[in-house]
């Protein structure tokens, strides 16, 4: 456990220059916890289309520790099964569980405005290197943490007991919170859901907070920090742009197949006055999520080059189907929802209203509804019922 003092330290000063880390306390947790008792028995390091399984084990000491104190993302599981320790050589998968990067969970620790004895509970357990940093700063009894994964959460709960802290490693979902231990000073998710489930903001004192990322895109997502109130509402608002894999039981999969299938039958067709394109922008691509939850947006091309793009809405059966036309773009829309005309119209607004950034979006949560609205710009609110 000694053995990496001086990384963890240089790790501490990189994240406290980058402005990141600032709570002497949380400080002392980075130079104090060991990444690397967390990353047991490997990590995957992304090589565009592959992930080369790196194992501790396997590996010069000098070289794993640069790895494990790289302020990177660490992927730890694939395809929700595979370790770095079954893998023999490069393979391609979809992460499914990670360390994040420290300067991202250090934010966001330091963004919940921690004070001493307050109780938090964790979603998203994975390596258990987030909870260690709590447990540390809070002590082993404050901290509850939820992992859907069982294998993950028993190597979490490994590596936590390794360094001596038995604190409560949950294996469930943790969309639903874990009621058994509520209430919390602070709920922080380390997955991103669609919707922060009201169970959160329920298993909430008032005055705490709730944090997470929501969104369905791996783009085009953002952190929000609710603040609980007396009346069981929490409001607040989206604090920055943020990237998690999405919670299990939320993922979508991805729209694929035939997708000339798919947009057969179109109701509409008309002159899109705005490029498609927009939507590969962080902002514009989190307005169309507000403006038309459900719908994923797929990128193609047709028999002789030329691009398409789509909105599919699979629940609600429409989609909009985008022709490149020149500079151009013709859109054809099918089924109950358009979801282009609902898209671009917000895409208008926020335009007109200067095009702000997401952290001028708010967020109310109540146990009905989620409503989204921009203050400047009276057109741009979003109401998304509970059905
Ligand atoms: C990005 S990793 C967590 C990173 C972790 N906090 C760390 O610092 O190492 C996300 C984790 O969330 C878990 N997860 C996904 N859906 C979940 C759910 N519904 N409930 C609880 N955990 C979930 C995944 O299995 C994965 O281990």
Known sequence: ????????????????????????????????????????????????????????????????????????????????????????????????????????????????????????????????????????????????????????????????????????????????????????????????????????????????IVLGTVGSWPWGTGLVKLAVRDDGTAEGAIVGRSSFMQARAQAVAPVAGDLRARTAHADSKRHALMSPLVLEEWMPAFLAQLAAPGAQFVRATDGDGSPLRYLFDPERESFAEFLADGESWTVRQGGPVALWDDVERSLVAWQDAGAPEIDSVRLRVTPASHRYWIDRAPSLRWEHRIT
């Open 1 to 208: 456990m000694s053995d990496s003092v001086s990384e963890r330290r240089l790790m501490a000063a990189v994240l406290v220059n980058k402005g990141v880390l600032k709570s002497p306390r949380l400080r002392g947790a980075v130079e104090t916890v060991p990444r690397e008792q967390f990353l047991f028995p490997g990590v995957f390091l992304d090589d565009g289309r592959t992930w080369r399984p790196v194992t501790a084990a396997g590996t010069d000491r000098d070289e794993w520790l640069k790895i494990v104190y790289s302020v990177d993302t660490l992927t730890t599981q694939l395809d929700g099964h595979l370790t770095a320790d079954q893998a023999g050589e490069p393979v391609v998968g979809v992460p499914t569980s990670s360390s994040t990067d420290p300067a991202t969970v250090v934010g966001m620790i330091e963004a919940l405005d921690l004070a001493a004895a307050h109780r938090v509970l964790e979603i998203g357990t994975g390596t258990g290197y987030s909870t260690a940093l709590m447990c540390h700063y809070l002590g082993e009894d404050n901290v509850t943490t939820v992992e859907v994964d069982a294998r993950v959460a028993a190597r979490a709960d490994a590596a936590l007991e390794a360094i001596g802290f038995s604190t409560w490693t949950v294996t469930g979902d943790g969309l639903l919170g874990h009621p058994y231990r509520a209430p919390y000073d602070r709920v922080i998710a380390t997955c991103a859901v669609r919707r922060i489930p009201y169970a959160w903001v329920r298993q909430t004192r008032p005055g705490g």
